[in-house]
């Protein structure tokens, strides 16, 4: 499937009249200079309200007849520099940002569900997705139906009528999966229903789902783009593609709100309508707004993306290269290695290489796993992926432990399995450590 | 006949600041409606809003008169805002070309969702400008800031210190 069926899609951002490069929109796109101050970085707008021109204009905003702040729950200058620059970055319309990835995901479902609705998510998820997808979501009467979604006839088969949208990773979190996102996306719009990608690992400097076909975007922002291990984030990017009246499926947002006094937020903001929800309905009802400075702190790591990214990218092509051959590794789950079955699909979809975390599985299984993520010096032990510094982790010690065994080897994190993020670190000293780090529990395996 | 699947930030900010004067064709009286939204918020921005509307002509719509049709308001008028389908829009257009050196018209916009080529090409023939398929609502809080305090992408790159708003 050729990319230029859908670039159409993407809205671009321009610079008297040209379009923008991306690390152009990295450190420009949302943060055109303050106009009462000029500050060239953009403010931190640490407050809670605004004041009122009067109360005319109060009830303009109430009845989000014009842009405009009333409260940080819903909206904050700060955040909204964030969200139209995480917008431009993935060639959407809008974007809502939120208290972390988690909210984000609840943004995207709130509009298009509701009680005993379903929706289709591939089984190889992060595993705090899978809990809430499986566990939580069931508590508002939303079922999610887990397939493979390599295999589009079990993905097809698996839509109902009550089926309200299809949920991936564009690259999956731990287990290296690259998902096929234009198939997948002509066999959501053929139900009538919007594709959602999680594009958390990849980033936009990898992949904008929504030039494939994706219609949402989310993201833990947690991860590569604030970057710097500082502030848990999350973002819901709308393509503006998706056409919410055609299918009759999703009154939240062609139908009357009974919140807003029968206000049609499809017929009232066209394209913009999602984002609008997002934040009119999505924050005001979950209350999952993020912090005017996590906002900030995520501003300031997207400038620097595309250069860490490049350097991730790099260091983590040679740390799959160098356990690929060692002694105590059975296996390495890398997209960037030639004989990874997922080479090819990160090729296609993955521009610049197949990013910097993957897994590994080590020789004896669930208790060598965890003596080895105890043995690290330098790596860090702990549950965060795309931090500048590199990480370890057991997944199924951690993040899968709420799973049973099936669900976990399903999800790629078997007892065996390590997961890596690649940080920035000087590459000699990542490949030492993990080398000293494998062979003292090799040796400490021996002597018992 | 122009381009008409993208504008330039240039020709509508050009549109935006020329005109003082609109007519707006399909406005309602209820305030949850689309074009009482954009009504009230060009209002706020300092044009001056007509309404056209058959069935509300003689009521008052945030302080306006409504009119039946383009020909019964007094006085001049730069742009005709249509917030009718595409197809009842090629009527709309018709009468505007009738009643443009009368009226001093000089635009006509079609809002979101609603384009006719046909009536298009005839509006420019009689030396009109044509928008179609945009809410000046949106371009007018795209072009100055205040559309991305909601989170939307304004698609707009700059180190030039913006006037907000007004």
């Not at chain 1, 109060?58 to 200058?77: D, H, M």
């Not at chain 1, 993935?90 to 509701?114: D, I, V, Y």
């Not at chain 1, 009680?115 to 939303?142: E, H, M």
């Amino acid at each position: 499937m050729s990319k230029d069926k859908f670039s159409d899609r993407l809205h671009l951002a321009k610079i008297d009249g040209k379009s923008a490069g991306f690390e152009t929109l990295l450190l420009h796109a949302g943060t055109a200079p303050d106009p009462m101050t000029g500050a060239r970085q953009f403010p931190i707008y640490q407050t809670t309200s605004y004041v009122f021109e009067s109360a005319e204009h109060a009830a303009t905003l109430f009845n989000l007849q014009a842009p405009g702040f009333i409260y940080s729950r819903l909206t904050n200058p700060t955040v909204a520099a964030l969200e139209e620059r995480l917008a431009t970055l993935e060639g959407g319309r809008g974007s809502t940002f939120c208290a972390s990835g988690h909210a984000a995901q609840m943004l995207a479902f709130l509009p298009l569900m509701k009680p005993g609705d379903n929706f289709i998510a591939s089984r190889c998820l992060y595993g705090g997705s899978i809990t809430q997808f499986g566990v939580t979501f069931k508590k508002f009467g939303w079922e999610c139906t887990f397939v493979d979604i390599s295999d589009h006839d079990a993905v097809s088969k698996a839509i109902t009528p009550s089926t309200k949208a299809i949920f991936c990773e564009s690259l999956s979190n731990p287990s290296g999966i690259v998902a096929d996102i234009a198939p997948l996306a002509e066999i959501a719009h053929k139900a009538g229903i919007p594709l959602i990608v999680d594009n958390t690992i990849a980033t936009p400097y990898l992949c904008r789902p929504i030039e494939y076909g994706a219609d949402i975007v989310v993201h833990s922002t947690t991860k590569f783009l604030s970057g710097h291990g500082q502030a848990v984030g999350g973002v819901m990017v709308d393509s503006g593609r998706f056409d919410w009246t055609i299918s009759g499926k999703f009154p939240g947002l062609a139908g009357p709100d009974p919140a807003y006094h029968g206000l049609n937020f499809h017929e009232t903001f066209g394209d913009l309508a999602l984002t609008v929800h997002g934040h009119a309905v999505g924050l005001r009802d979950l209350g999952a707004a993020a912090s005017p400075m996590n906002a900030w702190l995520t501003l300031l790591g997207t400038e620097t993306l595309a250069v860490r990214m490049e350097r991730h990218i790099a260091n983590a092509q040679k740390v799959a290269e160098f356990l690929s051959t060692h002694p105590q590794v059975s296996w390495v789950s890398y997209a960037g290695l030639p004989d990874s079955p997922y080479h090819n699909l990160a090729k296609q979809y993955l521009r610049k290489g197949a990013g910097s975390i993957f897994t590994f599985g080590v020789k004896g299984g669930y208790h060598v796993g965890v003596r080895l993520v105890e043995s690290c010096e330098l790596i860090s032990h702990l549950a965060n992926v795309g931090d500048t510094r590199s990480l370890i982790l057991h997944p199924a010690s951690t993040t899968h432990r709420q799973l049973t065994a099936e669900e976990r080897t399903a999800a790629g994190a078997g007892d065996d399995v390590i997961r890596l993020s690649i940080g920035l670190e000087t590459l000699e000293d990542i490949l030492t450590d993990l080398d000293r780090a494998l062979t003292r529990t090799a040796t400490k395996k021996a002597a018992e | 006949m122009a381009n008409h699947d993208s504008y330039t930030n240039d020709e509508l900010r050009d549109i935006l600041s020329m005109v003082k004067t609109i007519a707006m064709v399909g406005a309602s009286a209820n305030w949850n409606r689309p074009s009482y939204f954009v009504m009230k918020y060009l209002q706020a921005k300092g044009y001056r809003v007509i309404p056209v509307n058959p069935s509300a002509a003689g009521q008052d719509i945030l302080g306006e008169t409504c009119y039946a049709n383009l020909a019964d308001i007094p006085g001049q008028f730069d742009m005709v805002d249509i917030f009718r389908n595409s197809e009842a829009a090629a009527g709309i257009v018709d009468e505007a070309i009738q009643l443009k050196s009368q009226k001093e018209i000089k635009v006509i916009w079609m809002q979101l969702t609603v384009r006719n080529d046909a009536a298009a090409r005839r509006a420019e023939a009689a030396g009109m400008r044509v928008v179609m398929d945009r809410c000046p609502k949106i371009e007018y809080s795209r072009l100055y800031g205040e559309l991305s305090w909601g989170g939307i992408n304004s698609g707009i790159i700059t180190s030039q210190r913006r006037k907000r708003g007004s």
